[in-house]
């Protein structure tokens, strides 16, 4: 049950929360026949007219709306408009005349979310054709709703503005450019190519979203894509790499010539981490050395592609060299290349790198290669971690230590003497935290 402090508070929030309010209010059980007998005849107080407005039974709510028509409370408009889609016919009638009555006397900007949720029940159409495209067809109302922050009202007053003819293509055009989330953009921007109208590939290639501007390249053909081969957007770059490869170009040999030029970009370096060969590896590791985070970000993640042979030994070689990167960017890059690469022997110097006086980040990319190196350095580096009081990793070690844990028992092979008998003297240490079960079966399976 609300109170009236609570609906004047409601009133000035989120329309949209009445929803909450009908469905929180409704009620199932039974009235009993002398108060649902004498609703229509007795004049309810505001809140006792928003229960009934909002109960479960039609026979109640077809009174409430009768009376609720006539209110000036601020609740009475949108609980109006939240009737309008209402299960029962007859119950739904009532509020609808209301509303057009109410129409062009009353203020209904404040409620267009509300309006748009409304508009897509499953009831019908009339709250689209009655309430939201008369208001959509304001033009200093049709500005607010297309600049609403919520995305969701945003794409349905698109929805129906365009499905009622209220945008006109330049309109589209600039929403297709200038609107600030992807999904906007995507959607008109695809609805103007479809159109087949040269006017905004161009501007669209520019400007749009990057699966549009990858459609506008295909359509505008190979010549084009040569020109696009360096976008910083890795779907219109990967167009163009494609259209170029189809017409029977290479693209690596754009990008070699960049970077030998000194055009050294995130998408140069990308672009021949993604088009290029084994011979390319020297070319790429040498950009490891730029200033630039996001340049050494794409050189590792494109020698990732061209070190991908397992026995390739320069992916170890290189990648090592850069676990101790300062950007978060590449140690994670680098420790991508390394997984899987690493053995006991590497355990020392991911040790040291795991230390706590090493930045967080290369902490973290020492913790991911260590727990990778075999079941056992998995073990301990997780009880390692925990027995650093205040460790910014323990909470991640406790939660593999307990996936270690359930599934340690199916494990083959065992430590070697040195790692069991660290892991024994770690179990030890924390015992009193882990408790005597979990210790002893961990020792149990260290030492079996």
Partial sequence: MVTEE????LAAGDPREWLVVDESERRWWFYGQGRWRALPSRRLSRVELVEAVCDADGYIREPGVRQLRSSRDPEALPLLLVRCVDWVPQVREIPRAAVLARFAQEDLAPLLPLVVVLSRRAVDDWVDEHVLQPMLRSPELLDVALATPDLRTRRIVHESAQRAGLLSDERLASIAVHDHHDVIRTRVGRLLLDRDDPRFVLPLLDGGAPKVRARALQLLGVE???ERLGESSSLVRSMAQALVLHAGGDPAAYYRDALRS?????ATVAGLGETGTLDDVDLLRAQLADERPRVRVAAVRGLRRLLANPSDARAVRYGRELLADPSPGVVREAAALLDGRLGPADRPHLLDLAAPARPLHVRRGAYT???GVSRWS????????????GDPLAADARRDLDDWHRNGSSAFTRPSPDLAARI???LTELEPHLGPGVTGELRCLAQA
């Fill in 424 to 426: 024994g003297e770690l």
């Fill in 369 to 371: 290669l260590l727990r």
């Fill in 6 to 9: 609570e609906l004047d508070a």
């Fill in 224 to 226: 084009t894509a040569r």
């Fill in 378 to 389: 998995r073990l301990a580096t997780d009880l390692w971690l925990l027995s650093l009081p």
């Fill in 262 to 266: 000194g055009a050294v970009t995130r």
